[in-house]
């Protein structure tokens, strides 16, 4: 019968044990760079690590979000930005078109011109980023606008719906980021209604009717300050979501520091302490070895 081992040499493989466990975890710390792989290796920070790795990906999802968002509101300032300045021209065309100098052929010229800048901006109010047409509202698998001559007006009926798109600050607030092409540009406010005031104002040259230019000019004032009233919203789109991509990497910043705190190792110290175990079980070897050996007959009943 073999006896039990006496308390000394319980105790002896006890630490022997417990310095191999922590030298397979600062080898696990030193080869993965983490301190925490698995529950049991910190149960405490658990619950604190899940949270902070769910946020990172929250935050990594707000930030593709809002960067796909800022392509198309990029697009949106650059497209009004074109369209303020096709309605500039049209007012200098307009005013001199309506001047009593002018000839009838002069004013037909002048009409061609409008003409063609409407088609230029029914193509603005067409414009498509990424497979989206950014002016037809939430129905923007299609263009806001169909041009066609053989149609009155030619820009035909508005195609789309409202507006309603809105971006996620990583706050969890949300702005507005779209306006639709029948609110800027086909608008049923006659001093709003961009497309239709150019058309006003080419019909009314090519009747050569002076009266008529006079009529036709007085609302292209308003329809600058309309079309410049949606610049600005793109202009401050663009601002918000600048600010909260901003914010949204700060705060990834900060969660991933929060994570690294409690996940990550700090690999020199972990080889400090390594070294350290290696020392201590070879001390305690070393020490255990020179102990006066018990003969087998001793443990034998």
């Not at 044990?17 to 301190?35: L, P, Q």
């Not at 011109?113 to 980023?129: D, F, P």
């Not at 092409?181 to 009314?204: C, H, W, Y």
Request: no cysteine; proline share 2%; glycine share 6%.
């Amino acid at each position: 019968m073999v006896r039990n081992l006496d308390s000394g040499s319980e105790r002896f493989l006890a630490n022997l044990r417990s310095i191999s466990v922590r030298m397979d975890r600062a080898e696990r710390e030193i080869g993965s760079g983490k301190r925490v792989t698995q529950a049991s290796d910190d149960p405490d920070a658990l619950a604190n690590l899940m949270q902070a790795h769910t946020s990172i990906a929250r935050l990594v999802q707000t930030k593709t979000n809002l960067s796909r968002v800022q392509t198309e509101v990029d697009a949106a300032e650059s497209a009004m930005q074109s369209s303020v300045k096709l309605m500039d021209r049209v007012r200098t065309l307009a005013m001199t078109g309506a001047s009593n100098m002018q000839t009838a052929e002069t004013r037909q010229s002048l009409a061609g011109e409008i003409g063609s800048i409407i088609e230029r901006m029914v193509g603005i109010a067409n414009t498509e980023v990424d497979g989206r047409f950014i002016f037809s509202g939430d129905s923007d698998q299609g263009p806001a606008f169909l041009y066609n001559t053989a149609q009155t007006p030619v820009w035909g009926a508005y195609l789309g719906t409202a507006a309603t798109r809105r971006a996620m600050h990583p706050t969890g607030v949300t702005f507005a980021v779209s306006q639709d092409g029948g609110q800027i540009f086909a608008n049923a406010d006659p001093s709003k209604n961009v497309l239709q005031a150019m058309e006003t104002m080419r019909a009314a040259l090519l009747s050569n009717d002076e009266a008529a230019m006079r009529a036709a000019l007085a609302p292209l004032g308003d329809i600058s300050k309309h079309l410049n009233m949606a610049l600005a919203f793109y202009g401050t789109a663009q601002s918000q979501l600048s600010e909260a991509a901003d914010t949204t990497e700060k705060l990834k910043l900060r969660m991933e520091t929060e994570r690294a705190s409690l996940e990550d190792s700090d690999v020199t110290e972990s080889l400090v302490e390594l070294q350290q175990l290696k020392f201590s079980q070879q001390a305690a070897l070393e020490v255990r070895s020179k102990v006066p050996k018990t003969s087998l007959f001793d443990y034998l009943g």
